[in-house]
């Protein structure tokens, strides 16, 4: 019932800014957190961020001061600002929707970090 798409993704010189979207449809009202993950090449998945219904947050500890997320309720979309991006930060950004009745993904957004 939950549809996910990702956007925002590119190219970035080191230091530089991108803001990822990740626009939910469907039936919205059954998600209680929303997240954000990436997975650089030959590397597992990682959690990046999560905000919960509540509007709680939480962040891996390597983009913690550097990322941003947010959500926009009107528009049914939740955001990932990435700032002082660094080379590492390099990957393919998934959007994930979770309660205790579903676990959706989204199609995956890549960001490359590099001079």
């Known amino acids: 019932q939950v549809q996910l798409v990702e956007s925002g993704g590119g190219l970035a010189q080191p230091g530089g800014s991108l803001r990822l979207s990740c626009a939910a449809s469907?039936?919205?009202?059954?998600?209680?957190?929303t997240g954000w993950y990436r997975q650089a090449p030959g590397k597992q998945r990682e959690l990046v961020a999560h905000i919960t219904y509540s509007g709680s947050t939480n962040y891996a500890d390597s983009v913690k001061g550097r990322f941003t997320i947010s959500r926009d309720n009107a528009k049914n979309t939740v955001y990932l600002q990435m700032n002082s991006l660094k080379p590492e930060d390099t990957a393919v950004y998934y959007c994930?929707?979770?309660?205790?009745?579903?676990?959706?993904w989204g199609q995956g957004t890549l960001v490359t970090v590099s001079s």
């Open positions: 469907g039936n919205i009202f059954s998600i209680d957190v």
């Open positions: 994930n929707a979770a309660s205790d009745y579903l676990d959706v």
